[in-house]
């Protein structure tokens, strides 16, 4: 297995080179806008160096496997396509909405879905017909906010590598080797691209690569509720998951939509406070999300979860607080 690991690190090494080498030729070049950190045009769609490593590589290894999760791999390509066409020639919101909702479904037809939230206080939170309603809010807010956090050179790709990590262990420890082999083909991959990436970077990832990877990383956090409680996997997740909320709570509060763009991620305050040094603020966060992966591995799936919701419900208010006054140190327009 470790050696087909390899082999998806050194392909990935390759084709993300070739795709920045050819980016101008294919069009996959990021104009930097008033919201951005960089300020030259740079090649972008990594994700599709990284993502064909993969898909070229676990096939001949692994075809079984694969074959029996036709409709969840089928899933990840769709949404591999939305978000390539998005690199290319920037595809509507409305379209890559359209195709993560329609991908989930597919991956449904595998038996991947959230049925059940978990014990909270004594009462069991069983899903029933929402459960597939549930799966696609779930999904679709999960694969947003990590592309959302993709506005730091490396920061995507390290955040994703410790979740991944994460899952990858549950997989090894339940046995599960479809865990096992997609976390560790997207770890491999994108230890590839971080050697383009890592700031400063010569190639983004782009929504092909953004897209892809927090849907993947959706099907494996739904896998992962098999031997965990739910509420794990909010912490196992959370740097995405905390930053989306925490910003959209803001947004509201202030009255502004909550989906307008804006330079108030966690990543661009925390930035500033390291004196914009994007390396410090990007291990930083990557430190930050092993703590709290390590805290959600610890959870036992048979526990009352009312208590760990509380705790990171607790973990929002107080990165609201550190934000809030953070960016009335910096005099931030949020």
Same mark, same amino acid.
């Given at each position: 297995?470790?050696?087909?690991? !390899? ?15 050819? %980016? ?8 930097p806008n008033e919201r951005s950190i960089h300020r030259n045009n740079t090649p972008r769609g990594a994700g599709i160096g990284f993502y064909l490593a993969i898909?070229?590589?676990? &096939?001949?290894?692994? =075809? ?11 899933? #990840? ?23 993560? *909702? ?10 991947? !879905? ?5 014990t909270f206080f004594g009462f069991e939170f069983s899903l029933g017909w929402f459960a597939l309603p549930f799966t696609l809010f779930a999904v679709v807010g ?27 262990? !549950?997989?090894?420890? $339940? ?6 082999? *997609? ?5 491999? %991959? ?14 983004? *990832? ?12 959706? #099907? ?8 965990? &409680? ?30 307008? %763009? ?9 930035? $500033?406070? =390291? ?8 291990l930083f966060l990557g430190v930050f999300q092993t703590i709290y992966s390590l805290t959600g591995l610890q959870l036992e799936r048979d526990m009352d979860e009312?208590?760990?919701? #509380? ?13 809030? %006054? ?9």
């Amino acid at each position: 297995m470790y050696l087909v690991f !390899v082999g998806i690190f050194i392909l990935s090494l390759v084709f993300v080179g070739l795709v920045k080498h050819y %980016a101008a030729d294919l069009g996959l070049i990021d104009v930097p806008n008033e919201r951005s950190i960089h300020r030259n045009n740079t090649p972008r769609g990594a994700g599709i160096g990284f993502y064909l490593a993969i898909a070229f590589v676990l &096939p001949v290894f692994y =075809f079984d496997v694969i074959l029996s999760y036709t409709w969840t791999c089928t899933a #990840i390509l769709l949404v591999f396509i939305v978000g390539l066409l998005d690199d290319h020639r920037d595809t509507s919101p409305n379209t890559k909405f359209f195709v993560i *909702m329609l991908s989930t479904v597919l991956f449904y037809f595998d038996n991947i !879905v959230v049925d059940h939230l978990g014990t909270f206080f004594g009462f069991e939170f069983s899903l029933g017909w929402f459960a597939l309603p549930f799966t696609l809010f779930a999904v679709v807010g999960f694969t947003n906010a990590l592309n959302l956090i993709d506005g730091l050179d490396g920061l995507a790709a390290t955040v994703s590598i410790v979740i991944l990590g994460s899952f990858f262990a !549950v997989g090894t420890m $339940h046995d599960d080797l479809f865990m096992m082999i *997609m976390s560790g083909a997207f770890i491999s %991959a994108l230890l590839g691209f971080l050697v383009f990436n890592w700031h400063p970077s010569s190639i983004f *990832m782009g929504d092909s690569g953004s897209l892809t990877l927090g849907f993947t990383i959706s #099907i494996l956090a739904i896998k992962s509720l098999a031997y965990l &409680p739910t509420v794990s996997i909010l912490f196992i997740a959370a740097i995405p998951i905390l930053d989306t909320v925490v910003v959209m709570v803001r947004r509201k509060i202030k009255g502004k939509s909550m989906f307008c %763009a804006d330079r108030c991620h966690i990543h661009h305050i925390l930035r $500033h406070f =390291f004196a914009e040094d994007t390396r410090k603020t990007v291990l930083f966060l990557g430190v930050f999300q092993t703590i709290y992966s390590l805290t959600g591995l610890q959870l036992e799936r048979d526990m009352d979860e009312g208590v760990l919701l #509380i705790l990171f419900v607790l973990n929002v208010v107080l990165l609201y607080m550190f934000l809030a %006054a953070m960016i009335k140190r910096q005099k931030r327009d949020c």
